[in-house]
């Protein structure tokens, strides 16, 4: 069985390329779930969330009580990814930023809109039981199908 080096790997920096980001993020508006890593006391979690591309940032919506709350109200740092499927084969976007906690109820409400969904688990925006964070993304890793390395987004 062969191996390669890391010389074998083409790493990119592509800095702010917005028509690679609007390529990353349609990738992300292909997606109701995603999986989002968080630190806690036991150390990282991944745990799956509902995200939301809306007026080109991206949302998290869960309830209230979930410990992910906790954790990115204790440490708002996270990463999440998402599995790219071209005709080419399979690659993916890896996010990572800072959270914060949404309040505003009008954008609450436009972009639980824009989530379609939103509804069928929580009673509108104003809802206790509904938070809502909005994840700046300052940089993102992208391994496109079919091609052999990395392509380094930042903000």
């Known amino acids: ?74 440490d708002p740092r996270f990463e999440f990814y998402v599995l790219v499927k071209e005709e080419g084969g399979t690659g993916y976007v ?16 436009r972009v639980g809109d824009a989530a379609g969904f939103a509804d069928n688990f929580w009673n509108g925006p104003d809802d206790p039981d509904l938070t809502m964070f909005l994840m700046d993304i300052d940089a993102a890793e992208i391994v496109r199908p079919g091609v052999k390395g990395w392509e380094m987004l930042t903000r």
């Open 94 to 109: 890896r996010c990572s930023g800072k959270a914060s906690k949404v309040a505003d109820p009008e954008l609450r409400r």
């Open 1 to 74: 069985m062969g191996s390669y080096g890391e010389e074998d790997w083409v790493r990119k920096e592509l800095g702010n390329d917005e028509e690679v980001w609007a390529w990353a993020m349609g990738h992300l508006a292909e997606h109701a779930v995603i999986a989002l890593a968080t630190s806690s006391d036991a150390g990282p979690r991944v745990r799956p969330v509902t995200a939301v591309l809306h007026e080109g940032s991206v949302y998290v919506l869960t309830s209230t009580g979930d410990a992910k709350v906790r954790h990115l109200e204790e």
